[in-house]
């Protein structure tokens, strides 16, 4: 079955970088469109980045954009995403998701790893 | 950027009856690319809907889609206990991929 397990969350202060790691299996990982959407606290769901299944092209949310920077491993099925320069804001729980390639809706959702910026 | 606006914000009903959400788009979305999820407390979202009408392989047949253009609504036949969560619409036919506010589905 379909797995995704996300991990590196953490407690980083403001202006720190932190990377997290996806660990895909259960499919052909190296067939789908990869993001992350994150979700503060007792808030809604926000898209913040998507890789293709090649790797070869990537789309960001402005309200991160120039500071993550989301990347795959196909050979090991990873997908990872590298934040610098953390803001208060970023705190969320992030979730690792398939898209339906060719489609942008997400049919799995890993559990989600928690990103809290504070000082 | 295409907003979705979902209402209401929060549903009070009781196990089953017949819930009815709606979720409205700035711009119209063309193809129905617009996918509905399901979220329990402390869990991640489901895909419930896809292309605005086509329910997910193992999505009880209570739960519906409909809409397009710029009106989409998920329907929930007759309320069940797990039924109860907050429901996101998403569109995915434009970028940035945005997401409705969420709609509370409540046990009155």
């Known amino acids: 079955q379909v797995q995704l397990v996300e991990s590196g969350g953490d407690v980083v202060q403001p202006g720190k970088s932190l990377t997290l790691s996806c660990a895909a299996s259960?499919?052909?990982?190296?067939?789908?469109?990869m993001h992350w959407v994150r979700q503060a606290p007792g808030k809604g769901l926000e898209w913040v980045a998507l890789?293709?299944?090649?790797?070869?092209?990537?789309y960001y949310a402005d309200s991160v954009k120039g500071r993550f920077f989301i990347s795959r491993d196909n050979s090991k099925d990873t997908l990872s995403l590298l934040m610098t320069n953390l803001r208060v804001d970023d705190t969320a729980i992030y979730f690792c998701?398939?898209?339906?390639?060719?489609?942008?809706?997400?049919?799995?959702w890993g559990q989600g790893t928690l990103v809290t910026v504070s000082s | 950027e295409i907003v979705l606006t979902q209402s209401p914000g929060t549903l009070s009903l009781s196990p089953g009856e017949r819930a009815t959400l709606s979720c409205r788009a700035s711009?119209?979305?063309?193809?129905?690319?617009l996918a509905w999820y399901q979220q329990r407390p402390g869990q991640a979202p489901r895909l419930l809907i896809y292309?605005?009408?086509s329910r997910v392989t193992g999505i009880s047949d209570r739960f519906s889609g409909s809409g397009s253009g710029t009106d989409f609504t998920l329907t929930i036949s007759r309320l069940e206990p797990e039924d109860f969560a907050v429901y996101y619409c998403?569109?995915?036919?434009?970028?940035?991929?945005?997401f409705g506010q969420g709609t509370k589905v409540e046990i009155k």
């Open positions: 998403q569109q995915y036919g434009s970028s940035p991929k945005t």
């Open positions: 259960g499919f052909s990982f190296s067939r789908h469109g």
């Open positions: 711009q119209s979305l063309g193809s129905t690319f």
């Open positions: 998701v398939r898209d339906d390639s060719p489609y942008y809706y997400f049919d799995y």
């Open positions: 292309g605005a009408s």
């Open positions: 890789i293709w299944n090649d790797g070869t092209i990537k």
